[in-house]
């Protein structure tokens, strides 16, 4: 559930989601512990090490941007 807005420079305000009740998914594949939910439309992503940490809230078209990143190996370290 939304309570207020969150915005970046040049962005779209973001609703500051209530994640006390996502149901949070990991991947089986992979070296890290990463998390994901589906809230209210948007995606939210955390460390599963850390769950009571920050979130990063992605709206469906940054999240299709960033797994696409990903698949690109925009993000490789190597």
Do not use: H
């Amino acid at each position: 559930m939304a309570t207020d807005t969150v915005t970046g420079a040049g962005r779209m305000p973001k609703p500051r989601l209530d994640l006390d009740g996502a149901e949070w998914l990991s991947s089986s594949q992979g070296d890290g512990d990463v998390q994901i939910a589906f809230v209210d439309g948007f995606i939210a992503m955390r460390d599963g090490r850390n769950p009571d940490g920050p979130a990063l809230v992605f709206t469906p078209a940054e999240w299709r941007a960033f797994v696409l990143g990903a698949r690109d190996g925009e993000f490789d370290l190597t």
